[in-house]
């Protein structure tokens, strides 16, 4: 039987001292921005009690929200009709909830289940929607679930984790000294005069005419089931090994994962099969963005081999077209991208994904094992689980630091059900 969670309180939460930006102040949206999937992200986290009270959490988040204005702020249009952000201080919304159970029996089954009763339902384009959202829910032990909402086209992956530490720190410390984001977007798209982009960002980035996701088929929602893999550090070790040069956690297990989903779909041996990385262009620029600048500024590589090669190829081989693709989203095509963004980008729809989406016979992955889960600690430790929202879409996976004891990273990736049993039977097999 489902636990019910009910929420008790619903509050929006302004910065009495206003935004150190001004009243008012709209900041277009970057071509970054626009790339980024128009839509909110949710990342849930559980916390064993004891755990801090409701007021600190709030108090804390005040005081980070101050720093980083852009999650208090709005969606607006500006005076030449393009999207911005309104940084009017309007607030974040945070849900006070409580679930009739303890945490620890309802990790394990309810808590994945029903994952999305611990997040607030955002609606996109709805009218002063939120641009972050907080539901913080108390279990009966006192053990605590905090689920966090905001808006893509914010904030990336790496900006959200810097915020989530500032979070935590202003808790911790109780302190309101806590050191601000680079902030200023504008100085991460500055064009040539006159922009010159040498590559097809249209269809690379954004879902011009010949875009490739016009390509991939949609299946019944049902098809499509999320799973979760452990890779224990003595796993990750292994791969490292046999790939012989040096190799980053993340390199290696894409290529494995790869590997093995590609074999659990039994394509043909004369197909291709490429996977969509995210790479952070903050240190990719020039000059550099610094890496806590609070926005996006991520772009992506392509790796593709032909099915044939990939299965038959030792993890040295794997690697390397990883490593290569990566590293062609150099400064040269940072600057390229920044270029197309001056006279397009705005009017184009992003390459993410609808719901019920196949990337089959492809793959698409981001990495969060840089971001800083286990300095996510409110007073008294770091999280015990990371929750992991439904993904809807077959191939899309997300690479995470274990938040278990001994380490290791956690694989969470949506498949189509007719592949799950190949690829359950092979995951941990090293070629």
């Not at 679930?99 to 309802?106: F, I, P, R």
């Not at 108390?138 to 086209?153: E, N």
């Amino acid at each position: 039987m489902a636990v019910i969670v009910e929420i008790t309180q619903r509050t929006v939460l302004r910065s009495s001292s206003g935004s150190a930006w001004g009243d008012s102040k709209k900041v277009p949206l970057t071509v970054f921005d626009c790339a980024s999937t128009d839509g909110y992200i949710p990342t849930v986290f559980a916390w064993n009690a004891p755990a801090p009270a409701n007021s600190a959490l709030m108090d804390g988040l005040l005081d980070a929200v101050a720093r980083f204005p852009h999650l208090a702020g709005r969606f607006a249009v500006d005076d030449h009709g393009r999207k911005c952000i309104h940084l009017n201080d309007a607030g974040v919304l945070v849900l006070e909830a409580t679930a009739a159970t303890d945490l620890a029996e309802a990790l394990p089954h309810d808590v994945p289940a029903h994952i999305s009763e611990l997040y607030p339902d955002a609606e996109n384009g709805r009218a002063d929607e939120p641009l972050f959202l907080v539901q913080l829910t108390r279990y009966t032990c006192g053990g605590l679930i905090i689920g966090m909402v905001s808006h893509h086209q914010i904030a990336d992956g790496q900006s959200m984790s810097g915020f989530s530490t500032a979070w935590a720190t202003a808790v911790r410390t109780d302190s309101t000294v806590l050191p601000s984001p680079f902030n200023d977007r504008a100085t991460t798209v500055n064009p040539r005069s006159p922009p010159a982009p040498v590559f097809d960002h249209r269809n690379i980035e954004f879902k011009g005419e010949h875009s490739s996701s016009h390509s991939y088929r949609v299946l019944p929602m049902d098809r499509i089931k999320n799973l979760a893999v452990h890779f224990p550090e003595e796993f990750v070790a292994d791969l490292k090994s046999r790939v012989g040069a040096r190799c980053s956690t993340f390199q290696c297990l894409l290529a494995h994962v790869w590997k093995k989903v590609t074999a659990a779909r039994d394509l043909a041996p004369e197909d291709f099969t490429q996977v969509r990385v995210a790479v952070n262009c903050r240190g990719r620029a020039k000059p550099p963005v610094p890496m806590d600048f609070f926005g996006n500024m991520v772009l992506w590589a392509f790796p593709r081999m032909q099915v044939r090669d990939l299965l038959s190829s030792g993890y040295p081989v794997v690697v390397g077209a990883i490593r290569e693709a990566v590293a062609r989203v150099d400064d040269e095509y940072v600057q390229s991208f920044v270029d197309f963004g001056q006279d397009g980008g705005q009017e184009l729809a992003p390459t993410a994904a609808t719901p019920g989406t196949s990337f089959c016979p492809d793959l698409e992955v981001d990495s969060w094992l840089g971001f800083r889960f286990h300095d996510m600690d409110f007073g008294f430790g770091p999280p015990c689980a990371f929750l992991p929202p439904d993904l809807p879409i077959d191939g899309i996976m997300v690479f995470v630091p274990s938040c278990a004891a001994k380490g290791g990273v956690d694989l969470f990736i949506a498949l189509d059900n007719e592949d799950v049993e190949a690829f359950e039977h092979i995951c941990y097999s090293i070629d």
